[in-house]
Nanobody, 119 residues
Framework: QVRLVESGGGLMQAGGSLRLSCAVSGTIFSINLMGWYRQAPGKQRELVAR???????NYADSVKGRFTISRQNAKNTVYLQMNSLRPEDTAVYYC?????????????WGQGTQVTVSS
């Protein structure tokens, strides 16, 4: 069984920084990509950032230059360093992975962690 455990969310003032972590556990044969999505109240879930197995990254335009995604392959862990936070970054952040855990390639999601940025 694949589990994604997120940590690092919380309350921060605008301009501050937070670091999210997500550890993927279980019998994992291979991970193609890991990433972060977010969902604000009344809005659709959106991609924030993702990192592919070859190390390439993608970012939402709204976070480019402020957020950095990184990955520690040996620990199946992905991080999201969030700097210069804005009130509009307030959302529930979900960790995501596309991996092969023995049943073929599937998408897996974390339970979400709340990030609140005050003005």
């Amino acid at each position: 069984q694949v589990r994604l455990v997120e940590s690092g969310g919380g309350l921060m003032q605008a301009g501050g920084s937070l670091r999210l972590s997500c550890a993927v556990s279980g019998t994992i044969f291979s991970i193609n990509l890991m990433g972060w999505y977010r969902q604000a109240p009344g809005k659709q879930r959106e991609l924030v950032a993702r990192i592919i197995s070859d190390g390439s990254t993608n970012y939402a335009d709204s976070v480019k230059g402020r957020f950095t995604i990184s990955r520690q392959n040996a620990k199946n862990t992905v991080y999201l360093q969030m700097n210069s936070l804005r009130p509009e970054d307030t959302a529930v952040y979900y960790c995501h992975t596309y991996c092969n855990a023995g049943r073929g390639w599937e998408n897996y999601w974390g339970q979400g962690t709340q990030v609140t940025v005050s003005s």
